[in-house]
Structures are given as C-alpha cells and as structure tokens.
C-alpha cells in the first residue's frame, strides 16, 4: 500500500489534545437586551451544508444563567423567530409587563380594602378530599358491594 493511510489511534489522540483548545467561535453581533445580554448568529451557509443558523448569547457579567431571557430574545434563539427583535418592541413588551404589575397590586390593594382575605388553600393529605353525604368511608354497606 502506497499513500496515506488511516491510524486510527492518531486521529483518536488529535481529537484529544484539540478538545482542550478553547473554540473560537466567531459570530455576527445582533443585539443586546435590557438585562445586558449579548446575542449573536452565525448565519446558514447551504453551499458546506449547514442548513440552520447557529445562535447563542453570552450572560450579563455576574449573571451568569442565573435570570431568564426575555420571550422575544429566547424565541429569536430557538429559531422562532427569523429576525432579532427590535429594542422598540423589546422595550414595548417591558413596559406593557410593568403596567400589568403595577394594576395588579392595585386591584390586590383594593380587594384587601373592601375586607377581602387571603384565599384559602386547602391542605394536603386525606382530609383535602371533598365528603359526601351518601357516602362515609368505613361503612359496611359499601364494603359489602365490592
């Protein structure tokens, strides 16, 4: 056999030592968010065969995954979405969420005024169950049907 040939073991150890170089991934910047996230892409390229985007962001420093991403930014991530959103529609979607808490705690404040409590949630465990009349666990007619 002439030419090049295959060892396997020295592709295996390549591999290896190569998975210990950082990647340098080198992506299109397309936005950042309220919370200071930073998004970018990597487009589609058909002609190499890489048919989907590849998108990813890097946390607000500190941050670290800890918050979640906004619904516009996280359905942009997970291809939802072909564009990035606009910081106008982002910084829409943030005031609408912040109109909604502030009314919220308006009508909690005015329920609690008018004598309102808190709702009553019933207990876990056997006595969370609802009774009924014509039926008492333990009586002897219903064990005889069974």
Same mark, same amino acid.
């Given at each position: ?28 910047? +397309?936005? #950042?968010?309220?919370?200071?996230? =930073?998004?970018?892409?990597?487009? $589609? ?7 989907? %985007? ?44 912040? +109109?909604? #808490?502030?009314?919220?705690?308006? =009508?909690?404040?005015?329920?609690? $005024? ?7 949630? %019933? ?24």
């Amino acid at each position: 056999m002439s030419g090049q040939h295959r060892n396997v073991w020295g592709i295996v150890l390549r591999n290896f030592i190569n998975s210990f170089r950082p990647r340098q991934l080198r992506g299109n910047h +397309m936005g #950042k968010d309220y919370i200071g996230n =930073i998004y970018y892409e990597i487009p $589609a390229d058909p002609s190499v065969g890489k048919r989907k %985007p590849t998108r990813w962001y890097d946390p607000a420093k500190g941050l670290d995954f800890q918050d979640p991403i906004p619904a516009e930014w996280e359905a942009w991530l997970r291809m939802r979405r072909p564009e990035p959103p606009t910081e106008e529609e982002v910084a829409k979607n943030v005031a609408i969420a912040q +109109m909604k #808490k502030v009314n919220a705690a308006k =009508i909690e404040q005015k329920r609690l $005024a008018e004598g309102g409590s808190l709702p009553s949630v %019933p207990d876990r465990g056997p006595n969370s169950f609802p009774t009924y009349a014509e039926y008492t666990p333990g009586d002897a007619e219903n064990k005889s049907n069974r």
